[in-house]
């Protein structure tokens, strides 16, 4: 059997790809495994491969297969890199979804903790070279007794509800099927709830796949829902939010803070407007990354892999109905 893996989004993944043969070794001994960087040696692997790992997969590669059965993604979301043909055949896509839940959870309280402490504020005083206290100590809040909104209440969502509550939050949140109570959730919404939520929320945080129903999910008149002075945080897909309608409220005082960690086109453009808003801390779509990423994911393809070669059901297959 043929495996091959496409470095097309992130030449550091390599070091993931190595961590999945080595976890895989055993699994693997017998089998073809070819690595790709260019487009060129992908099409030329790809025809005859049974298996493919990648981070983003496009028609032209696709059309070069002849009996790919298996594509293991290396994000959680496959939203950027899903097209007609690919959905149309039977092709099994997996991704990597939960294994962020506790980096993402962590970033987000960060973030949170970030804004109400004024870190930015400190920061820049700090390379200023000022000693001043007064701005700080007066404008900083707290965690304790805010109520956190959380729209998606998967793994990562859950993660965040429970590291909410440790800091004495009351938190709610919105869910696309509603099935009885959820662990550290004090009230659940439908997802067509959303607008009865929001008046309540001092923190909104987004951890929602991105969907059809999700894309332009936060605009100018759900910000207008929010309290004043609430802050919100992006941690899931950049088009969810109108950076528009978001740089507006930051400016108005409307919202308090922002935090984003996904923007609408990425890498960011250099003369993008959203690096100048006030009251906004950004993250470079680093809120999954960190030193452990390799080891889950490599986890979650050990799994895979072992399930494939004996014909046994997969975990994290991607739900094509769905969208995730």
């Known amino acids: 059997m043929k495996f091959v893996a496409w470095m097309a989004y992130h030449m550091e993944s390599r070091a993931i790809v190595d961590e999945y043969i080595r976890r895989a070794a055993i699994a693997l001994r017998g089998h073809e495994f070819a690595i ?3 487009e060129e040696s992908i099409k030329r692997e790809i025809t005859d491969a049974d298996a493919l790992i990648c981070w983003k997969l496009t028609p032209e590669v696709f059309a070069h297969a002849r009996r790919l059965r298996w594509v293991q993604f290396g994000s959680a979301g496959i939203d950027h890199t899903t097209f007609p043909e690919l959905l149309a055949s039977d092709v099994i896509l997996t991704t990597m979804s939960g294994i962020h839940a506790i980096p993402v959870s962590e970033h987000v309280i960060a973030l949170m903790l970030a804004m109400t402490r004024r870190l930015d504020l400190a920061h820049r005083l700090q390379l200023e070279h000022r000693f001043e206290r007064a701005e700080l100590a007066w404008t900083s809040g707290e965690l304790a ?3 956190l909104g959380i ?3 998967g793994n ?3 993660a965040v509800a429970r590291l909410a509550q440790a800091f004495g939050m009351r938190v709610i949140g919105s869910k696309r099927t509603v099935d009885g109570d ?3 959730v004090d009230h659940v919404y439908a997802a067509d709830g959303l607008d009865d939520m929001l008046p309540e929320v001092d923190f909104l945080v987004l951890v929602v796949p991105l969907t059809d129903e999700t894309r332009a999910l936060i605009g100018r008149r759900e910000i207008e829902l929010m ?3 609430a802050y919100l945080i992006n941690v899931a897909r950049g088009a969810m939010v ?3 309608a978001l740089g507006d409220a930051l400016k108005s005082g409307k919202l308090a803070g922002a935090a984003l960690d996904v923007f609408p086109e990425e890498p960011l453009p250099s003369d993008s407007p959203i690096y100048d808003f006030p009251n906004l801390i950004m993250t470079p779509h680093t809120g999954s990354s960190g030193r452990r990423y390799g080891e889950r994911a490599a986890q979650v393809f050990e ?4 399930s494939f070669l004996s014909g046994r059901q997969m975990v994290n297959v991607y739900d094509r109905a769905r969208g995730y």
């Open 156 to 158: 990562i969502g859950l």
């Open 242 to 244: 109108d950076p528009d």
């Open 303 to 306: 799994r895979n892999l072992a």
């Open 151 to 153: 729209v998606g209440l």
């Open 36 to 38: 790709c960087e260019d």
């Open 182 to 184: 959820l662990p550290c």
């Open 145 to 147: 007794g805010n109520t």
């Open 227 to 229: 309290k004043d002075g």
